[in-house]
């Protein structure tokens, strides 16, 4: 990711951190965490002289994280927040949101978005969304 100076990190998150056991909780909020905290504290592993000065001041241009399986999570109040644009206050970004906090202290934008690919409902409208942010 460093050596080739990623500009977008794009975290799929599903409803598994609200509905799963304890191990899926972890799992999933574990690894956006590890992301996070490796952004901010800048641990990398590097393989040449190279990549450890690209990584000194390294760091993604915007995250985004897409919860996706809207067809089987998405209620009224999902709908209520998409059609004011606040989609951040949903319940699904919960377990998150620290992670996501983190990140916009650090100076490091992080969007949110929601799609369910299964049915291709708006997965068009967020990847346009992402290039053209």
Request: one cysteine or more.
């Amino acid at each position: 990711m460093v050596e080739r100076q990623v500009e977008m990190v794009i975290f799929m998150i599903d409803d598994r951190a609200q509905s799963g056991n304890g191990s899926d909780t972890i799992d999933a909020v574990g690894g956006l965490e590890y992301l996070v905290d490796a952004l901010i504290d800048r641990r990398w592993k590097y393989r040449s002289l190279r990549s450890r000065w690209k990584g000194q001041k390294y760091a993604p241009k915007q995250i985004w994280v897409v919860a996706n399986k809207a067809d089987t999570w998405w209620d009224s109040q999902a709908n209520i927040l998409w059609q004011s644009q606040r989609l951040r206050e949903h319940p699904i970004f919960n377990p998150y949101r620290p992670a996501m906090v983190k990140l916009q202290k650090a100076g490091i934008p992080c969007r949110v978005s929601m799609m369910a690919t299964k049915i291709g409902w708006n997965v068009e409208q967020t990847l346009v969304d992402m290039l053209t942010w």
